[in-house]
């Protein structure tokens, strides 16, 4: 019988150091392994740590690495050129001869942002071992994300530090999104650009919409029909080596989940293993169905009616004109939003903020219409 060590992911860490400090100074930050470490201990056992560089040249970088218990492989001065070459090469051979000679180191991570490292990431998985990639988010090239199975942002992670010593800014790259603009006219609303009307609203309806369709997914491909947050966690990955919680404000993947959990998406039960619950759509009223059928019938009346999508505001009196004592708490939803959110979810509808007009559209998808 395996013991918990024994599934337990090993990992073995290869660093580019030249690639990803120049890349973090280049950006006012200053790398540091300690927090690297740190987000990889939570995903396993650190078998093995090796950085790559002519220690020469970085000289001041030689403490922290020691500290974090990170070997120092020596690149011999030559031409910059010729250096960076051979510390490639060193760095590639290694890791494959670890991972011909050692079948218990079940995870790669590779520290760099260069895609001279892509063949190497596609060789590791070919011999059936997952790979992590990590590099800094201005200075890694765009195929090397795609290639592994996880990619973490350097700039990202909890602990790093500015070049002056101070923490850098929470990231803002989820303040708006890109959206169908409003008017009065549909056509000329559904061709602009709509920002959210908070950081990471519009982010957090479309992780609602991502969850549910991976979760929906698995859900069909499974036999039993069972699915554990670990396997959500690896298909969205699947999805999108950079995804991260962290991105929609929440401090891990468990805390994601409850709060999709209170927002009455899903729900978390006891799963085969502690501390990996398994992940179910929540059960609603039968009348969720034929509620979500009415919301989407009123939004198609009142758009041929008004010429274009209408607003949120003044909705819910349209439904209820349309189905006298309409509430969406009889339905489990804790205010109308909630309840169009959750249609959104679906598919039924889709919604977007309109910045100028302060707010929300609603419309049929092509794909719901009929």
Not at 135 to 164: H, N
Not at 306 to 315: H, I, K, V
Request: proline fraction near 4%; charged fraction near 30%; hydrophobic fraction near 40%.
């Amino acid at each position: 019988m395996s013991s918990p060590e024994n599934l337990e992911e090993r990992l073995a860490v290869f660093i580019d150091h030249e690639n990803v400090a120049i890349g973090a100074r280049s950006v006012g930050l200053r790398f540091d392994p300690k927090p690297l470490m740190d987000a990889l201990a939570e995903r396993g056992r650190l078998i093995a740590r090796k950085a790559y560089a002519d220690w020469n040249l970085f000289r001041e970088d030689r403490r922290g690495m020691v500290d974090a218990n990170v070997e120092l492989v020596e690149i011999p001065q030559r031409s910059d050129s010729v250096r960076k070459n051979a510390a490639d090469i060193q760095m590639a051979v290694d890791a494959i001869e670890l991972a011909l000679t050692r079948d218990f180191v079940s995870t790669f991570v590779i520290v760099s942002g260069d895609s001279d490292f892509t063949p190497l990431v596609g060789k590791l998985r070919e011999l059936n071992r997952r790979v992590i990639g990590v590099g800094v988010k201005g200075s890694t090239s765009a195929m090397l994300p795609g290639a592994c199975d996880e990619f973490l942002f350097y700039d990202r992670l909890d602990g790093v530090q500015r070049l002056d010593g101070r923490s850098p800014a929470a990231p803002s790259d989820g303040a708006g999104r890109s959206g169908r603009g409003r008017s009065k006219k549909a056509a000329s609303r559904r061709g602009g650009e709509a920002a959210a009307p908070a950081a990471g609203e519009g982010d957090l309806q479309a992780l609602e919409r991502l969850v549910t369709r991976t979760l929906s997914g698995l859900q069909g491909s499974s036999t039993d029909g069972v699915v554990l947050s670990s396997n959500l966690k690896r298909a969205l990955l699947r999805k999108d080596p950079t995804f991260a919680e962290q991105d929609y404000g929440f401090r891990g993947f468990r805390e994601m989940l409850h709060h999709l959990a209170e927002q009455k998406v899903l729900v978390l039960s006891e799963g085969t293993a502690q501390g990996d619950p398994q992940v179910e759509f929540a059960e609603r009223s039968s009348g969720v169905d034929e509620a979500f059928d009415l919301l989407r019938r009123t939004v198609a009346e009142l758009t041929e009616e008004l010429g274009g999508d209408p607003p949120l505001s003044g909705l819910k009196d349209q439904v209820r004109k349309r189905q006298p004592g309409f509430s969406e708490k009889d339905l489990g939803y804790g205010g109308f939003l909630q309840f169009c959110k959750a249609a959104v979810a679906r598919g039924v509808l889709q919604m977007d903020w309109e910045q100028e007009d302060e707010e929300y559209y609603l419309y049929v998808p092509e794909d719901a219409e009929g």
